[in-house]
């Protein structure tokens, strides 16, 4: 099981930015792909952008299109969610998920993103 460790969340004015980080324990290769959700207090998580390892083709969630970047380093084995223009609704746990080739997956713990207005 591949393990994952957020990191980069924190506290922001609306239209400011941060980036997340998401290690994981494995050559990110060896995984389908690599993506971002977030769940904000109340609602469901959903997804928000997506990476594949092959090719590193990548897609977002129409809610997050043209302000959010999602990208990896491979020799560090990390994914990155790169936030801009950040809007209060913005305020989430955003979770790494690392999808399997047999379609499983792993998660990390989350990290707090809060957007003040």
């Known amino acids: 099981q591949v393990q994952l460790v957020e990191s980069g969340g924190g506290l922001v004015q609306a239209g400011g930015s941060l980036r997340l980080s998401c290690a994981a324990s494995?050559?990110?290769?060896?995984?389908?792909?690599m993506a971002w959700y977030r769940q904000a207090p109340g609602k469901q998580r959903e997804w928000v952008a997506r990476i594949i390892s092959v090719g590193g083709r990548t897609s977002y969630a129409d809610s997050v299109k043209g302000r959010f970047t999602i990208s990896r380093d491979v020799a560090k084995n990390t994914v990155y969610l790169q936030m801009n223009s950040l809007r209060p609704e913005d305020t989430a746990v955003y979770f790494c998920?690392?999808?399997?080739?047999?379609?499983?997956?792993?998660w990390g713990q989350g990290t707090q993103v809060t957007v003040s207005s």
């Open positions: 494995t050559n990110i290769f060896r995984l389908n792909s």
């Open positions: 998920q690392a999808r399997y080739n047999d379609g499983g997956d792993a």
